[in-house]
């Protein structure tokens, strides 16, 4: 059973986090507004092997809207997942980041790199998510009109935006328009996103999207010296698979998976591979315990006699 937990920033927000399982730290870090959706398979495989740490940003699931949304910014989000790893005295932790949770381990490291163990960047970008989103960036420049529009009806379009989103006619939008995979994907692993999302404080929604599009950890990559498995999904519309490709090619300890017909919901669509491949990597770099039925290969390898 998870075990949850509160904590208050130094400006007064309330940050939520639950762990669950024994072990050494696996921090899952969510998509922007996401509060824990996309995670399942990824716990149910590694609860017996990690203490499993589940946050969610301020503004997110049970987590409070900061009083000045305004102002929110990734290093600030950096600082409360420091938090929250003093409150249950981690010193260092394995991060796994979905989507926006790439911009987030990824920043992360900048200023607490002594804390990262190992990165499990998903289906995420390393930078300006929004100038690669379904190919262009069209999301980046009507961002500022879409602000514009919540602030001149904020509590009409707030409403609009709780009732529309939640129905699962969406579900059936995003396998139409090839955003998720219809045929990978179970409708009951996405719809928990569509609820989460339909809650979401659209004020807060907007400005972390633009605080997101201005981001960039470009020159950060090369400095970053602990193992990273980059996951990507071949056919994500959200954060193209390339974006993945540079990721893993700046990082200098690195590792690519490209999961095949798999979108920006990949660890949903084919959760089987994408634990197989963390498992592999975890493994590998003395991060997991290997199954006590597993062989070398020179013991697997036939004889030459």
Known sequence: MERS???????????????VGRGPALVLCDGLACDGFIWPYVI?????????????????????????PEKISLDQMCDDLALVLDAL?????????????????????????????????????????LDTFHGSDLMRRVLPYLRRAVDSAPQAIQRT???????????KVAVQAAEV???LLRQQ???????????MDLNFFLSLLSALS??????????????????????????????SVEMSEMLPNSKLVVVPRGTHVAPLEM???????????????????????????????????
């Open 214 to 243: 201005l981001h960039s950890a470009e020159e950060l990559l090369t400095e970053i010296s602990v193992p990273a498995l980059v996951i990507a999904g071949e056919n994500d519309t959200f954060t193209p698979m390339y974006r």
């Open 5 to 19: 937990h509160y904590l208050t920033a130094p400006d007064g927000t309330q940050i939520w986090y639950g762990t």
């Open 161 to 171: 935006w709780e009732t529309v989103l939640p129905r699962q006619i969406w579900y």
């Open 89 to 129: 005295e981690i010193d260092q932790a394995i991060l796994a980041g979905h989507s926006m949770g790439v911009q987030v381990i990824l920043n992360f490291c900048e200023t607490y790199s002594e804390r990262v163990r190992a990165l499990i960047p998903i289906c995420g970008s390393y930078k300006h998510p």
């Open 44 to 68: 149910d495989r590694f609860i017996d092997d990690f203490t499993i740490v589940r946050w969610h940003y301020r503004g997110h699931g049970a987590s409070s809207v900061p009083e000045h």
């Open 271 to 305: 959760p089987d591979l994408v634990n197989e491949a963390m498992e592999k990597f975890l493994i590998k770099h003395d991060l997991l315990a290997a199954p006590a039925h597993t062989t070398s290969p020179a013991q697997s390898a036939p004889s030459s006699s």
């Open 189 to 199: 692993d996405f719809l928990p996103y569509l609820e989460h999302a339909s809650r």
């Open 181 to 183: 995979n219809g045929q």
